[in-house]
């Protein structure tokens, strides 16, 4: 999940997430310091409740009965050097019934932001249990009641989800220079690897084959924990799967660049068409491969070149021609969301723009609601991971708040140089040095926030490594959360599995 403060809505779009690099390197703290830290329950260093195990069944569509045991915890991340903390990484391991555990698959996940806890893959896609996250139930007083996952990925894998620094009940720990570190990308990346590799050595997982799984930044981080693990870590992985992931944040930066019109015309007409099948989009994609992106080109000093694009842009979005006029055939997202539901005084959700919302400010220059589906959905969320915590894991954190979403960690995040930020070179770098390693993608129809073919056009100027099989590109009916939609989720978990139980390629 891409996490955007409340802004004007375009600026929101731009303010999509990065970070700064610096020389920390958390490693495990020696037994006697752990010991030690243990016993101490004051100062603001204090270690999280112990690790709690409790046991659990839930009953599956075709009757088999699901066992698994359900582990909250944390792990202590120290500084190489001084041996002084650095973060307390929380995460919830769901475990199934097995009689080869060691080396049964195990699947990481993690949501995005930066700033969010990863609640949304956990309750929406993967985990045993789900709460509802339709366009019916995004409203802050949905009841936070959670429900048996039909589509969880247990049968086939166990899950472990990861809170980064300052989410979820992870904290980051020492002061100013250790929470910059945390919330930059090589920091990031370095503690979230590490806590992968201290989970897998302490429960004798290291032959267990590992998954990534990362949604939106989350996607973007996970090419680059993979090539930490295989690289400095040492520990190998099988599996990606990016979900509604950004490769590369340089477009950002492009002032009116015109692939970013490219990008996200297909996600308006899927928007207007009410699309099930990215075939239903066959013709925009074409159009902006061809006289679409030949007539942006042409520039907008030539006339027959703006009447073509204002014609065509009109019909493909459904908006009055003197509208698409005024920008030049360049249809820019705000404008796109200020007009599309204007006459009903809605405004669509940014996540997915099929899901309308109530405009406060019908007469406004432009809506000023908040997104429908993201914040919609931000209060039974909280409320049902605080519930899972404490009714179901027994594991309670004494004065602590679930920080579903830190603001604070979205508005610091240092991303260095952030035209330069993309992790398309970790993952082909990953995928070359072990050609065992398999790569799911996987986007919604209708996300304007992360648009799919944004990420087609990135993938079609990345060379075929070994099997071309082994990188798979797959679109949904719904939005960024398209596992909102049950057919969807279904998908998802379907693929994942192919992706995680298939058969290898050959080096």
């Known amino acids: ?12 779009v731009a303010a999509l ?14 037994r006697a310091q752990q010991a030690a830290a243990q016993q101490s329950s004051a100062g603001p260093n204090a270690p999280l409740p112990a690790d709690k195990t409790t046991r659990h069944e839930i009953r599956l569509p ?33 475990e199934a019934d097995a009689p080869e555990r060691a080396r049964r698959p195990v699947a990481f996940a993690m949501n995005g932001g930066p700033g969010y806890a990863s609640a949304w893959l956990n309750l929406g896609a993967m985990g045993p249990w789900r709460l509802r996250m339709d366009a019916q139930a995004a409203r802050p007083s949905a009841p936070p009641s959670l429900e048996a996952n ?52 302490a429960r004798g997982r290291g032959a267990s ?23 400095d870590q040492g520990v190998g992985v099988s599996a990606l799967a990016l979900v509604s992931p950004v490769l590369d944040f340089g477009r950002f930066h492009a002032r009116r660049g015109l692939f970013e019109h490219l990008a996200r015309l297909s996600a308006y007409a899927a928007t207007v068409r009410d699309a099930t099948r990215r075939e239903d989009l066959a013709d925009v994609e074409a159009y902006a491969r061809g006289d679409y992106l030949a007539d942006l080109m042409r520039g907008v000093n030539d006339p027959q070149a703006l009447l073509r694009l204002n014609a065509r842009v009109a019909q493909i979005t459904g908006l009055p021609v003197e509208i698409v006029a005024r920008h030049a055939g360049r249809l820019p997202l705000d404008a796109f969301v200020n007009e599309i539901a204007r006459a009903q005084a809605k405004t669509p959700s940014l996540y997915d723009a099929r899901v309308l919302g109530l405009d406060p400010s019908p007469f406004g220059e432009g809506p000023d ?32 708040r679930y920080q579903f979403q830190n603001e604070q960690a979205g508005r610091q995040w240092d991303w260095g140089e952030r035209s330069r930020q993309e992790s398309v070179r970790d993952l082909q770098r990953a995928m070359a040095l072990d050609p065992a390693l398999r790569t799911l993608i996987v986007h919604g129809l209708t996300d ?13 100027q990345i060379p075929n490594t070994g099997d071309p099989a082994r990188m798979r590109f797959e679109v949904y009916p719904g939005g960024h959360m398209f596992y909102s939609r049950e057919d969807s989720r279904a998908r998802f978990r379907d693929d994942a599995r192919a992706l995680i139980e298939g058969p290898r390629p050959r080096p």
């Not at 066992?67 to 919830?92: K, M, Q, W």
């Not at 919609?376 to 004065?399: F, K, N, S, T």
């Not at 926030?449 to 087609?456: C, D, I, L, R």
Request: glycine share 8%.
């Open 209 to 231: 084959p590992v998954t990534l799984v990362g949604e939106s930044y989350g996607g973007f981080r996970v090419p680059k924990i993979a090539h930490r693990l295989q690289t």
């Open 369 to 400: 609601a908040d997104d429908q589906m993201r914040l919609g959905l931000h209060a039974p969320i909280v409320q049902a991971m605080v519930g899972l915590y404490r009714e179901r894991l027994e594991w309670i954190v004494p004065d602590g």
């Open 1 to 12: 999940m891409t996490s955007m403060p409340s802004m004007p809505r375009i600026t929101r």
């Open 62 to 94: 075709d009757g088999r009965t699901l066992a698994f045991n359900a582990t909250a915890g944390s792990i202590r991340l120290t500084n190489r050097e001084s041996g002084a903390p650095v973060a307390d990484i929380a995460f919830l391991a769901f």
């Open 150 to 201: 039909a589509q969880t990925w247990l049968p086939f894998t166990d899950l472990v989800f990861l809170d980064p620094a300052g989410t979820g009940y992870s904290r980051a720990l020492g002061g100013e220079d250790t929470r910059k570190w945390l919330w930059s990308v090589n920091g990031d990346v370095d503690a979230l690897a590490t806590t992968i590799r201290r989970w897998l050595e």
């Open 17 to 30: 997430t990065l970070t700064l690099a610096c020389a920390f390197a958390p490693l495990e703290a020696p």
């Open 448 to 460: 304007l926030v992360t648009p799919y073919f944004e990420t087609q056009m990135t993938l079609d």
